[in-house]
């Protein structure tokens, strides 16, 4: 009997429209972000709103893209395309102490976050 795989702490959803420009964007950005930040511990889902509108309305997005944090609970949304990594790691509530410092530096001198 094969032992099932390690179910991931993290679990996003990304809502987009079609293969748009901005879409893809937005897809590769939290691909990076999770690859970087999460190592193997995410399942990333990735949902066409014109493919599946069903799902988009079940979960009452309005706008795309945007990002949902299922689990671990409590949800959080992010919308848009995912450029400023330690915002939306904040946003998300993935940030870890080395992410939350840096945001904090960069709020504090008034410095954009890259």
Do not use: F, W
Request: a negative charge.
């Amino acid at each position: 009997m094969k032992a099932n795989p390690r179910m991931p702490n993290y679990i996003l959803h990304l809502y987009v429209t079609g293969r748009t420009p901005r879409s893809l964007h937005a897809a590769a950005n939290l691909r990076r972000l999770c690859e970087n930040h999460l190592g193997d511990d995410y399942e990333l889902v990735l949902i066409d709103v014109l493919a599946q509108p069903d799902l988009a309305e079940a979960a009452h997005i309005l706008a795309t893209p945007t990002t949902v944090r299922v689990a671990p609970p409590p949800a959080y949304r992010v919308i848009g395309d995912l450029s400023d990594t330690g915002k939306v790691m904040m946003a998300l509530g993935l940030d870890t102490a080395e992410t939350a410092e840096t945001a904090e530096t960069a709020i504090t001198s008034g410095k954009e976050l890259s």
